[in-house]
């Protein structure tokens, strides 16, 4: 579609919101500010704003999204452990790209609104006493102060190198379900009506074709303890708000919003990583999860004797009381686990197996690993080897073990605390090439990795070649790959070389001739001539000539 087109479409689409929206509201006789205004200064709901300028304003001036709006800096702002304090103090508001933060800017306008209406900009009559608290300033200051503590809670308690405003995003609607459960569930479907908007707007037009694709499932991204444990944390503290009021939803609106929140969410989505790009889902365990939170949010807010209940409410403190030790108690079940992860590091012997020569002999045994040093990072390739950032403590449980292999671009550092496998060799020897951006605080560098291969039968033989500036160098090289088919008893693989790649011709494991692989020529080893066609190999012995092996090909 031409560029006008596109202009024209997405004119389109913003005059059709616009238009919808402005006639839906002329319809509507009510008048909808008197009571924004009754709780919001100038009825607009400024912390929410405050708290996404700030999510935002760190991924365009600190991950540098400003210049690199596709490809921010990740690497270092993620909390990869207690070792690494950048990383615990930006995980909760920083992001891996634009679809991650326009997705959790979009649910904090639709879900933040509602719990800082709970909240009020002016306080309740019984309400505090205290005059800061009263100010409707420090009221509206209150609410980003309280999304970078709760940020800090998940980046501490949250297992694995969390990043994203996600957790924090789930304590707000936490404290909204409480509030306005069925409210908070219309406001998830708003927020996906607004993406789908942006989207529109942004792709007006896509075509698709039935080619594969790479990718790890959909739910093996998802920080579901992150999530959990932000959203306890909301419960708890909107329980504590609804203790103020004089009223609250009735439990079985409180039940069904927590519910459908929950599963629209995904919080059933429990999962483990098995390594190598494997997961297992626990759907079942996932579910009944599900409603367990949602008779613990019930029973929370019931206690507080502000919502209307069938059961008689006796001893209301210390029911109160009791069910806010459970809620805690919860959390502290969730987040206890984090400790033992996080308080971890990359061992220094790891660090140092990663940096080998800068250059490797030419001699060099297949599978050997040549790494790239920039300041404190180190950059290699590996396949099949632990990965420290998940095995620290092996813990089996369900059949699964915490120990498990990675294969791709290892990144380490021990200054940071840091070791991540950022590229999987599946997803390489897919699409052939990647980018890793390293960096920290004001200064970022980019390592471009691209693999070449052949392959021969089920085999491949292939290099991975790592690329710093106008650097280059061959940073593993694979064992070689046999083609299926036999000539005149001869064996023929595909040997990866420091320079280009070679044909061995063996009989029995004895090497009968060795011969650079051509360029669109031919060449000889052990009486049979090879000549390659484009991508393919032939090998020829008189009239007998048959296909040895072909260029990988990438997406």
Known sequence: MSSPWLALTRIAVALAVVLSALVALRLDDRDRTTALRARFLAGIPWGTLLTMLGVLAVYLFVQGGFQHWY????????????????????SSFAHVG??????????????????????????????????????????????????LLVGLFVALFAIGPVIGFSGVLFAIAGVALIHYPLATVVALAASDAVRQVYAAVRNPVVQASADPSFGAP????????????????GV?????????RETGPT?????????????????????????????????????????????????????????????????????????????????AALSAPAIPV?????????????????????????????????????????????????SVVDVAAFGESTTVNASGVIVTSERRHLWTTAVQASRLAFTGRATVRLGGLGWDERIRVSRSGWQAGDDRAY?????????????????????????????????????????????????????????????RAANLTFSREGRTLFAATGATRVPIAERERYR
């Open 236 to 244: 708890l503290a909107g329980i504590v708000l609804v203790r103020r």
């Open 342 to 390: 996080n308080l971890t590091t990359v061992e220094s012997s790891t660090a140092r197996a990663a940096t080998t020569p800068n250059a490797a002999p030419a001699n060099a045994t297949a599978g050997q690993s040549e790494a790239i040093a920039v300041r404190d990072y180190t950059v290699r390739y590996a396949e099949n080897i632990t990965n420290r950032q998940v």
């Open 98 to 147: 634009p679809g991650h933060l326009i997705g959790n800017l979009i649910g904090t306008l639709a879900l933040a609104p509602l719990a800082e209406y709970a909240w009020g900009h002016y306080p309740d009559e019984q309400g505090p006493k205290s005059s800061l608290v009263r100010k409707p300033l420090a009221r509206v200051l209150a609410i980003p102060a309280a999304a």
């Open 251 to 331: 439990a079985g609106r409180l039940w069904l919003g927590t519910v459908l929140f929950a599963i629209s969410q995904s919080l059933w989505a429990v999962y483990w990583f098995r390594g190598n790009g494997g997961f297992v889902l626990y759907r079942a365990l996932g579910v009944v999860l599900v409603f367990g939170l949602a008779l613990l949010v019930v029973a929370g807010v019931v206690a507080t004797g502000r919502v209307p209940s069938a059961v008689p409410l006796v001893g209301g403190t210390e029911r109160w009381a009791g069910t806010a030790v459970v809620v805690l108690l919860a959390l």
């Open 463 to 523: 290099k991975i070649w790592l690329n710093r500036s106008n650097q280059t160098r061959v940073g593993y090289r694979s064992a070689p790959a046999t083609a299926d088919a036999t000539i005149r008893g001869k064996n023929v693989s595909i040997v990866p070389r420091t320079r280009g790649f070679g044909i061995v011709v063996s009989r029995a494991n004895e090497t009968l001739g060795r011969a650079p692989l051509p360029n669109n020529g031919t060449t």
């Open 218 to 233: 959909w739910w093996a991204g998802i920080a579901i303890q992150a999530h959990a444990i932000g959203l306890l944390v």
């Open 71 to 90: 490809g921010p800096l990740v690497l270092p702002f993620r909390a990869w452990s207690y070792g690494s304090p950048l990383g615990i103090a930006l």
